[in-house]
């Protein structure tokens, strides 16, 4: 049954009126987050991206989000956002955690603790729930967000691609700002094969070229010693490249061997893309599972099954904000 009036007036926030899309404003760094954003209007949903990097823009950032008038804000990096900046935003807010956390009963890792400590920074007032991209760490956010699920980031439409015959030699590429762990494991194949490694800046109808152009991914973490779910993984699957991973921390139902090709260390790693040089069809059966596994994570899939559980839920539930 419809809601009626009434009914739509007792909820937290404004909704639409029957038939009218739900605005939704997707705010974060455009060179991280943009490629797990919705772009086009879909399933009743009508976004708009907001490139926001700094606290110092907080007060453009209300202006282009009081001017969209959103019903639904989502927001990549909670702790981004100064406190109290949406004490009078009447628009459900959702927060999106997407670094690793602190597992409870392991031994931790400053790096992760330096993302927990980011993180208990962000104003529980501003949002009414959080996702958590690292599952283990779920109860370690939990102390300072609303905490309310855990999943992957989308990945845009627009990075889907086929799966097309692999080109001979196989076109390699990394995409990652440098850490030590990083050149460590790829400096010595990268001096051996042509990898394309492209460290920041690649967004929009770049990125979108530079996959088209590619017929491998790699994946190699910022940490030697934290497995978590990099993004990129899934950009990799969608555009139809076979992707060489370290073991990803949880897997979101990505199978080792059957969506993509795991690799405990960097001579493993070597070995594999050697191989594919000499053989680059050696994994196409994989390939193909990984792109038919990666519709599963589909922006126009996922963000609107997620902004409806997120309104129901609200509605159901309310929030603490005030």
Known sequence: ???????????????????????????????????????????????????????????????????????VVVVFRPESIPVGLFAD???????????????????????????LAALGGADRANFDRVIVLDGDGFDAAAGGVPAWRSMPLPVDDRLFGPVRPARRPPRMIFIGYSTMHREQTLIAVKHELDIGHYAHGLVGEELERALAAADIGINVHGDQWVDTFEHVALIHLAAGHLLISEPLRPTFGLEPGIDFLEVENRDELNLRLHQLTQQPDAYDRIRVRGRDKAEQYRASRLWPEVIGDLLADVEAFGTDRP
């Open 1 to 71: 049954m419809p809601p009626t009036a009434a009914h739509r007036d007792a909820r937290p926030y404004p909704v639409p009126p029957p038939g009218r899309p739900v605005r939704v404003a997707f705010v974060g760094a455009r060179t991280y987050y943009e490629p797990a954003a919705l772009h086009h209007a879909t399933a009743g949903l009508a976004p708009a991206f907001v490139d926001f990097r700094d606290p110092s823009e907080a007060g453009a950032l209300r202006d282009k989000l009081d001017e969209f008038a959103p019903h």
């Open 89 to 115: 935003l009447r628009a459900a807010v959702l927060g999106f955690a997407s670094g690793p956390l602190p597992r409870p009963g392991e031994r931790s890792h400053p790096s992760l603790e330096a993302n």
